[in-house]
Nanobody
């Protein structure tokens, strides 16, 4: 059974950076979408960033463009999320998720991502 294990979360001050990792235990992702999600209080899950594991095309929520970078190491079955200039309202649990095998595009639709990690806590203080 596939498992996604996130790591790299922690506590930083506003403006700080963290690099999250998500390691897949079983599947080789080549053509699937991998994404990072968070859920602001009282809101739906937000697709923070996604990457197409074959093409390398990346997608970002507007709120994180220019600050976050998603990348992958296919040989290691690992996806990363570099988060720069973090803001307090981005305190959340960040979840890694594996989505469908597609030719292009990685929609930020949580229900289409079938495998989820347990999440890693990111805390941003003033």
């Amino acid at each position: 059974q596939e498992q996604l294990v996130e790591s790299g979360g922690g506590s930083v001050q506003a403006g700080g950076s963290l690099r999250l990792s998500c390691a897949a235990s079983k599947y080789t992702y080549n053509g699937n979408c991998l994404g990072w999600f968070r859920q602001p209080p009282g809101k739906e899950l937000e697709g923070v960033a996604r990457i197409h594991t074959r093409s390398g095309t990346t997608y970002y929520a507007d709120s994180v463009k220019g600050r976050f970078t998603i990348s992958r190491d296919n040989a290691k079955n690992t996806v990363y999320l570099q988060m720069n200039n973090l803001q307090p309202n981005e305190t959340n649990i960040y979840y890694c998720a594996a989505g469908p095998l597609v030719l292009a595009s990685c929609p930020p639709v949580p229900r289409t991502y079938e495998v989820w990690g347990q999440g890693t806590q990111v805390t941003v203080s003033l």
